[in-house]
């Protein structure tokens, strides 16, 4: 894939939360209504976030989800809210420096973000990784959930960026990509929200 200059964005500091996808499943208008499906495959019934893990990222959750959730949020806030294309997520995980792997200075460093060395074997609550933050104050880019992005890879495939709180290190700079099914519900798997800067 080729690199693309992106137009100017907005991108939520943490992935979105159990707490935060609850009120999706919970709202009269949310998740059963059609309105947000249109040209989606709905899930059949949700998985449940945990309830006592409210401030972790929401996880086991599609891609066609991660959509409708986005287009409730905006219908609900009267603004247009997405995910975010790969290469703005990469910008965002950068910094905005093109040279940077990882969206700190310098090399791999296991302090700064839940990977494989974190040895919890799960993910942990958003903003626990204040060190592992880019320029801008953006955290978690890197490790506790990969994040569902707008862009298809091979077919039907869309692409996933960030690894996972079971990722090495070699999956965890911020160039990686991976490709997954739209309609898999996996345990390392969240989203975070992005929105146009209007000119």
């Given at each position: ?8 964005f907005?991108i939520?500091?943490y992935?979105?939360t159990n ?10 208008d949310?998740y059963?209504n059609k309105?947000?499906?249109v ?11 945990n309830e ?7 996880t086991s ?13 905006s ?6 809210i997405r995910?975010p294309?790969?290469?703005e ?9 093109s ?6 200075e310098?090399?791999?460093d296991?302090s700064?973000c839940?990977?494989?060395e ?8 958003v ?7 880019t320029q ?7 490790g506790?959930?990969c994040e569902?992005?707008?862009?298809r890879?091979?077919?039907f ?11 090495t290190?070699?999956?965890?700079r ?26």
């Amino acid at each position: 894939w080729k690199r693309r200059d992106v137009k100017p964005f907005r991108i939520a500091k943490y992935p979105v939360t159990n707490v935060q996808f609850e009120a999706f499943l919970k709202a009269g208008d949310g998740y059963r209504n059609k309105t947000w499906w249109v040209g989606i495959t709905q899930s059949g019934k949700a998985a449940r976030p945990n309830e006592l893990e409210a401030n972790f990222p929401v996880t086991s959750i599609t891609w066609y989800e991660a959509v409708a959730y986005c287009r409730w949020l905006s219908a609900k806030t009267d603004t247009s809210i997405r995910l975010p294309t790969e290469w703005e997520w990469e910008q965002a995980a950068k910094g905005g420096d093109s040279r940077r792997e990882y969206p700190w200075e310098g090399g791999w460093d296991a302090s700064r973000c839940n990977s494989y060395e974190s040895r919890l074997n799960r993910t942990a609550a958003v903003g626990m990784y204040p060190a592992g933050a880019t320029q801008q104050g953006v955290e978690d880019m890197l490790g506790n959930a990969c994040e569902w992005t707008q862009n298809r890879a091979l077919l039907f495939l869309r692409v996933v960026r960030g690894g996972a709180w079971g990722s090495t290190p070699g999956n965890l700079r911020v160039s990686d990509r991976g490709r997954i099914n739209p309609g898999y519900r996996l345990n390392f798997i969240g989203f975070r929200l992005a929105q146009d800067i209007e000119p």
